[in-house]
């Protein structure tokens, strides 16, 4: 295996200089595209913060594959490392100016995560996880809640803005937590809420239609900061499953419980 400390190191430089990129488009006039539907938005900053980190990782680590939501794969299939990157997850956000994005860098090592880097440049807050190592918020180790109940918890959420049948389901789930939990948020960024129950910010959060980039960091860092993340009705999580469930681990079950039952009633 490569030496930790050089993955993150350049994980971490690539995150930055994404995050200038971000800073220098952002509050301006954007170049805003579509690419499934009107809902499904890309802008000319996440192109040029893409390429900016595909520059950076490729240049150190030429050998490796790498997944990237604008571009795709790349690289040598038959790799064992992964690189999985969203150059601004919470484009929606970022194309609005609402100030809730951010780089999303994750590292798979035969299939697993191994390295997390998510960095939001509007708060200058870089989380970051090495398998086995921990987690943390710039300089600063993190974890996750000691809250053991739903009616205790903060929980967000996500909605799918193409799949008008999933947007249904998880208006199903969003209503039930509502009325179950402290309070339910829907901030717009999968990576962030990953992160944001990995310090505790959130006890938990669940998502549907969700791809590989959007949780590959995120998955690493809360694992690491003493969390659970796994797909609804299992135990471990799948990336070919369009679905998530991310706590601190005490509530975990309680929550996949209640989408359970949701999903099989009629």
Known sequence: MIDNEKLISIAKEAAIEAGKIQ??????AKEILFKSSEFDL??????AAEEKILSIIKSNFPEHEFLAEESGLSGDSTSDYVWVIDPIDGTTNYAHNFPHFAV????????EPCIGVVYDAFKKEMFWAIKDKGAYLNNDKIQVTSVDSIRKALLATGFPGTNKAMIEENLK??????????????PGSAALDLCYVACGR????WEMGLSPWDVAAG???????????????VENYDFKVKNIIATNGLIHSAIDTTIQELKNSK
């Open 104 to 111: 999303s860098i994750g590292l798979l090592y035969k299939g």
């Open 202 to 205: 959130l006890d938990g959060f």
């Open 23 to 28: 800073l220098d488009f952002f509050g301006k």
């Open 219 to 233: 998955i690493c860092i809360v694992r690491e900061s003493g969390g659970k993340v796994s797909n609804f009705a």
């Open 173 to 186: 789930y969003f209503t039930k937590f509502i009325y179950e939990a402290q309070a339910v948020r829907r």
């Open 42 to 47: 890309v802008t000319n900053a996440d192109k």
